[in-house]
DNA sequence: GCCGGACCTAACTG
DNA sequence: ACAGTTAGGTCCG
C-alpha cells in the first residue's frame, strides 16, 4: 500500500491572478469539496488534487492511487502513470487546469476600460479565472444545472462519481471518485437509479446523453469541438480564426452540435463550450446574466422585452462587442458578483429606500411598467450556513433584495 | 419565431 | 403552518 508521498509543493501566484476561493466555488465546477479548512481537493486525472493558497503563493498536492495491481495496455489513455517525474507532470497539469497562461489583472483592466458597469462590480471579486475542465464532466454537470442550485447541482455530480466513478484514494477518511465514462452512465439501469437518487427529470437526460456518446459519437468527437488554442490537457494548441459577431467559427459548431444532445439547450451548450471546451467568447446567458442584461445594459424592452432565443443570441452578441474574444470570463466576474452565496461582498452601502417606476403608454392605451422596478430593501437575516463552515452562530448580515414586478422570470 | 406549461427537488419566502 | 417561488433551463405542443 505504498500511497506515494504526498507532499506540498507551491507556485507564486497573486490572488488577484486567481482567486481559489471564488473560482472553485462560483458554479463553473461542482466537483471542488472542501477537505479542510481553506483547502479545496477532487480527482482529477487519476489522482487526487488539493489546493491552498495564502497571499503569495497557490499550494498543491497530488495524491496517487496505490500502485495500479496490472499495468493498463500500452496504448491505454491518460490514466497511465507516468514513470517520470510526478511532480512535473501535476505542475503541467495545475497549470492546464487552472489555465494561469492568460494575464488576469491585464483583462480585468481592459474590461474595466470598455464597460464602466464591470469597472464599478469587478473591484470586489478579482480573480475570477475560467478553469480548463474536462469537456465530458462539463457537459453532464451543466445537464445537472438546469432550474437548479450550485449545492443540489454539487451533491448531484458528486453522487454521480460516487456511484459510477472509480475510486481514487481518500483525504482523511473521504473516498474521492473521479468522473464517470460515458460508458459507465450509459447502462439503462442508471436511468431509474438516478431517479432515485434524486435527480429528477435530469436523470433521462444524463443517461439518453451518455448513450449517445458512448455509441453513436465518442469522447473524441466532444473533445475535437475543443477550442484549438486551448486543447485537452497534452495536446499542442493551434490557431482558431477569427472572433466575429456571433464567435469563432469553431465555438458556433461547438454549440450548435451540442445542442442535439437531450437536455442541452442554448445555455447549457454555451456553459460547455466556456468551461469544457475553451471558447472564451462563449456567453452563457442565464437567469442572472438576464437579470444583469436588463439592469445595466438597457435589455429587457422593445424588441428584448423577454428571454426569446433571439434575444438569447442579442445579449450574448452584445457582451462579445462589449468585452471582447474574453467576453465569457467578463461574463463570469458579473455573474459571480449577482450570486446569493457572495452577496455579503456587496452589501457595503446601505440606506437605499428608493422606488423608481416608469410606466409606458402601450398602443391600446394600457399602461405597463417597462423599467424593471427597483424596490431595494435592505432586510436583515441570518447568513445561511455553508455545509461545512464552522459556527458562526449569530452572524447579522444584511441582504440587498431587487424585486420586479413583472418579467422576472421570462424564460 | 414566439408563448405557455410541464418537469424533479429542496430550501427559502411571506 | 403551508402554498408559492426559486435555483446558472429544456422540451413539447
Not at 442565464?286 to 434575444?311: C, E, N, P
Request: aromatic share 8%; with cysteine; glycine share 6%.
Amino acid at each position: 500500500m505504498a500511497v506515494r508521498a504526498a507532499e506540498w509543493h507551491k507556485l507564486p501566484l497573486s490572488l488577484t491572478e486567481l482567486c481559489i476561493n471564488t473560482t472553485l466555488r462560483c458554479g463553473q465546477s461542482f466537483r471542488w469539496r472542501k477537505s479542510a479548512e481553506d483547502e479545496y481537493s477532487m480527482a482529477l486525472h487519476g489522482r487526487i488534487l488539493s489546493f491552498r493558497q495564502d497571499a503569495t503563493h497557490l499550494h498543491y498536492r497530488a495524491i496517487f492511487p496505490p500502485s495500479l495491481p496490472t499495468p493498463p495496455p500500452s496504448n491505454a489513455p491518460s490514466l497511465a502513470p507516468s514513470v517520470v517525474s510526478d511532480d512535473d507532470d501535476t505542475l503541467a497539469l495545475v497549470r492546464h487546469y487552472l489555465n494561469l497562461e492568460p494575464n488576469l489583472v491585464q483583462l480585468y483592466e481592459q474590461w474595466a476600460s470598455e464597460d464602466p458597469n464591470f469597472k464599478k462590480r469587478a473591484p470586489k471579486f478579482t480573480g475570477i479565472r475560467i478553469l480548463r475542465q474536462d469537456p465530458w464532466e462539463a457537459l453532464i454537470g451543466f445537464i445537472c444545472s438546469s432550474n437548479n442550485n450550485i449545492s443540489r447541482i454539487s451533491g448531484m455530480v458528486h453522487n454521480l462519481c460516487k456511484h459510477y466513478g472509480p475510486l481514487i484514494g481518500h483525504v482523511g477518511d473521504e473516498p474521492y471518485h473521479d468522473f464517470p465514462t460515458p460508458e459507465a452512465l450509459a447502462d439503462p439501469k442508471v436511468e431509474a437509479h438516478l431517479k432515485e437518487l434524486g435527480f429528477g427529470y435530469r436523470a433521462k437526460y444524463i443517461a439518453k446523453t451518455a448513450q449517445i456518446v458512448a455509441t453513436d459519437k465518442s469522447l473524441a468527437w466532444l473533445e475535437e469541438l475543443c477550442n484549438p488554442e486551448s486543447p485537452v490537457f497534452g495536446q499542442e494548441p493551434k490557431p482558431a480564426g477569427q472572433l466575429e459577431m456571433g464567435g469563432r467559427e469553431g465555438y458556433r459548431k461547438a454549440h450548435d452540435e451540442l445542442l442535439a444532445l437531450h437536455g442541452v439547450g442554448p445555455k447549457v451548450a454555451d456553459c460547455v463550450c466556456l468551461f469544457g471546451l475553451g471558447w472564451s467568447e462563449s456567453v452563457p446567458v442565464d437567469t442572472h446574466v438576464w437579470q444583469i442584461a436588463q439592469r445595466d445594459y438597457k435589455f429587457g424592452k422593445g424588441k428584448h422585452s423577454s428571454l426569446t432565443a433571439a434575444t438569447y443570441t442579442a445579449v450574448a452578441n452584445r457582451f462579445r462587442a462589449l468585452w471582447g474574444k474574453e467576453a465569457g470570463w467578463a461574463h463570469s466576474v458579473l455573474f459571480t458578483a449577482d450570486l446569493k452565496a457572495f452577496s455579503e461582498r456587496v452589501v457595503a452601502k446601505t440606506e437605499v429606500k428608493e422606488e423608481v417606476i416608469t410606466v409606458k403608454k402601450e398602443e391600446d392605451g394600457t399602461e405597463e411598467i417597462e423599467d424593471v422596478k427597483k424596490i431595494e430593501t435592505i432586510k436583515r437575516k441570518r447568513v445561511k450556513k455553508e455545509v461545512d463552515e464552522p459556527e458562526h452562530i449569530v452572524e447579522v448580515k444584511e441582504e440587498v433584495l431587487t424585486r420586479s414586478s413583472r418579467r422576472r422570470r421570462a424564460r
